[in-house]
């Protein structure tokens, strides 16, 4: 089964949504449930080591498939999404946001392109559904993916594709450490942005290392959040 596939897979977390040829979706949920690293969500969301994932099925009425609802119905499901969700995993594309057809037409979600903008917490929409519009616009926030690997006579052309959490700011609200009774940090409402170069001086012993050591989890401290995620639950590559 497809479930089983997936349960091949070297990766610590799988997280899929359905579309709408999915009729046997039922049975294929039955079946993760056997697995402790495979979700599937129903417009539902999960929060795996720090990051928000919201996840839906439902496509504007296309055939008479699975899945489908009209555009009022669509809105109030993503009016239901979290503010604080960081990827959006639906089927459907936005509206204008990879979601022409081979005809040149765009049949998105205007209603889903309307709460990606209100989203602020929101990183990747990740979509498929519309085979022929793979690919990646990277320059938007959020970065829009449609990962089709089928393209639009269901032949296996497209690649997968990949993408990586990029750190944008790293804020540190109050850290401090001590090597015994001795203070070495004590730092309060520093902000290091992406793409800026920063110089770490100080004399031997002032904590240049031990800040270094603390940014790439060789030490724990508290009060530093990566894209306003606490520390503690960053995964580093």
Not at 62 to 89: G, V
Not at 181 to 194: C, G, H, P, W
């Amino acid at each position: 089964s497809f479930v089983q596939w997936l349960a091949t897979l070297p990766y610590k977390h799988i997280v899929c949504t359905f579309g709408n040829h999915d009729g046997n979706y039922e049975y294929t949920l039955e079946e993760a449930k056997k697995y402790d690293n495979i979700t599937f969500l129903m417009n539902e969301s999960v929060c795996i080591e720090g990051i928000n994932i919201f996840g839906s099925p439902n496509t504007l009425p296309f055939h008479n498939w699975f899945f489908m609802e009209n555009e009022s119905r669509l809105e109030e499901i993503y009016s239901k999404i979290p503010e604080d969700t960081n990827i959006i995993l639906s089927h459907t594309p936005a509206l204008f946001m990879l979601d022409q057809t081979m005809d040149n037409r765009n049949a998105g979600s205007r209603s889903l392109l309307n709460r990606l903008g209100d989203l602020r917490e929101l990183k990747y929409h990740v979509c498929g559904h519309l085979h022929e519009s793979y690919g990646t616009i990277s320059h938007t926030k959020p970065v829009i993916i449609n990962c089709s690997v089928l393209d639009y006579k269901y032949r296996l052309i497209n690649e997968p594709i990949v993408f990586d959490e990029q750190i944008h700011d790293i804020k540190i609200k109050h850290l401090s450490y001590s090597y015994g009774a001795r203070l070495i940090l004590d730092l309060n409402n520093l902000v290091i942005d992406q793409g800026k170069k920063y110089l770490v001086i100080g004399k031997s012993g002032d904590g240049k290392s031990t800040f270094l050591d603390i940014l790439t989890k060789q030490k724990k401290a508290d009060g530093i959040y990566v894209n306003d995620k606490d520390l503690k639950d960053v995964q580093f590559g």
